[in-house]
Nanobody, 119 residues
């Protein structure tokens, strides 16, 4: 089995920063892409940022220039540094990983961490 455990969410004022972490553990041969998604109340889940195993990032237009995704392959961990946060960034943030196990590749999700941007 594989687990993704997120941490780092919380309440922050507009203009502030937060850093999310997501560590994958379990029966892992390798991890392909990793990413962060978010879902605000009443809205669909959307991609925030993703990063390939080689470190190439991809961002939603709404977070470009403010968020930075990175990963530590030795620790099977992905990070999301969020700067200049806005109230519209408020959502539950989910970690996602495309995990290669012994015989197949599977898609895994974390449990989600709440990010609230409010004064």
């Amino acid at each position: 089995q594989v687990q993704l455990v997120e941490s780092g969410g919380g309440l922050v004022q507009p203009g502030g920063s937060l850093r999310l972490s997501c560590a994958a553990s379990g029966s892992i041969f390798s991890i392909n892409a990793m990413g962060w998604y978010r879902q605000a109340p009443g809205k669909q889940r959307e991609l925030v940022a993703a990063i390939t195993s080689g470190g190439s990032p991809n961002y939603a237009d709404s977070v470009k220039g403010r968020f930075t995704i990175s990963r530590d392959n030795a620790k099977n961990t992905v990070y999301l540094q969020m700067n200049s946060l806005k109230p519209e960034d408020t959502a539950v943030y989910y970690c996602n990983a495309d995990v290669r196990r012994r015989y197949a590749t599977y898609d895994y999700w974390g449990q989600g961490t709440q990010v609230t941007v409010s004064s």
